[in-house]
């Protein structure tokens, strides 16, 4: 194994891990501090980390006027619609379950892609995977929509299944877009989110929880979410499909629910039953079908 090989799985176990406890972080978040705010915090931090890697690298800014709205809709369905409905659903879902949910992003990427993208066909054994993942998330969330009704957890399950798809849609759009610096890319699209983002998360924060409530377990999590989960991985997110590709990123799909749901459970004692563990399964199943040939 090459050092470059090496250097590569090492941001791959970085971004797994981060990104898998960021589920287990948001809850404890959410204890002193509103959703939006929360999602603004970890896109201003964010912002301020990948800019000091842009100047590191001694880098410009080149992209025209024409790429400000694209940047837009890329920071809107890559960060702020995702993580405020990620967010929002662990207000009512256990951060666990939510993990879970947010593996049917692959899937839901494979239907918006087969639309919208040529080269991206919706072969039967695909077809198998979308079925056999859509069945999973029907486990887990079905017991709930017909048993406890407007006051059960469905809200939320469905924000984290919505998310999934902004998700999607943001990758399948990057797909459409010319290739540019990944670096700007992400500095642009972080910045805007925090503008964007501002007014609002600090309103809703002075008129909901306030400042005076804010611990420092809750402001730690906030300072590891904004940092860790959202600038470093950003950058090493942008280091990886450079440098390797998107099959070989794809392995994270398969092991960061696992972790979120691993976070939650023995880390924050949230409840958990059989169906957890089987939906799990069945929804990675059906991610490994539709990226057998990705990954070839």
Same mark, same amino acid.
């Given at each position: ?9 090492? %941001? ?19 204890? $002193? ?11 201003? #931090? ?44 662990? !207000? ?12 049917? #992003? ?10 919208? %993208? ?17 069945? +999973? ?13 407007? $006051? ?10 919505? @998310?999934?798809? $902004? ?10 877009? /010319? ?13 805007? +989110? ?12 002075? @008129?909901? /929880? ?6 420092? +377990?809750? @402001? ?6 904004? *940092? #860790? ?36 459970? *023995? ?14 399964? #069945? ?7 539709? !990226? ?5």
């Amino acid at each position: 194994m090459t050092q470059s090989t090496v250097k590569h799985w090492a %941001l791959l176990a970085y971004l797994v891990l981060v990104w898998g406890f960021a589920f287990a972080l948001i809850a404890v978040a959410l204890e $002193s501090f509103h959703p939006l705010f929360i999602v603004w915090s970890r896109l201003c #931090m964010g912002t301020l980390v990948v800019w000091c890697v842009w100047r590191w690298r001694q880098q410009r800014w080149f992209l025209g006027r024409e790429w400000w709205p694209r940047i837009t809709v890329l920071s809107l369905t890559g960060n702020i619609i995702p993580f405020s409905l990620i967010a929002w659903a662990e !207000q009512s879902v256990p951060s666990a379950e939510v993990g879970i949910l947010m593996a049917l #992003m692959p899937i839901a990427t494979l239907l918006l892609a087969h639309w919208l %993208l040529k080269h991206e066909p919706l072969t039967w054994k695909r077809f198998a995977g979308v079925l056999v993942g859509f069945a +999973g998330v029907a486990l887990l969330v079905g017991d709930d929509l017909l048993s406890a009704g407007a $006051s059960g957890q469905w809200p939320g399950q469905a924000a984290a299944l919505l @998310a999934t798809v $902004s998700y999607a849609f943001n990758g399948v759009y990057a797909k459409r877009l /010319p290739a540019e610096n990944p670096v700007a890319l992400s500095v642009g699209t972080l910045a805007i +989110g925090t503008l964007l983002l501002a007014v609002p998360a600090l309103w809703a924060q002075l @008129a909901g /929880p306030g400042l005076t409530t804010v611990t420092v +377990g809750a @402001a730690g999590v906030l300072g590891i979410l904004g *940092v #860790m989960a959202t600038g470093v991985a950003t950058w090493c997110y942008f280091v990886v499909v450079t440098e390797r590709g998107p099959g070989f990123l794809s392995t994270i799909n398969y092991l960061i629910p696992a972790v979120a749901f691993a976070a939650g459970t *023995v880390f924050l004692a949230e409840p958990w039953g059989w169906e957890h563990l089987i939906a799990l399964g #069945m929804i990675l199943v059906g991610v490994g079908l539709i !990226q057998v040939r990705q990954a070839r």
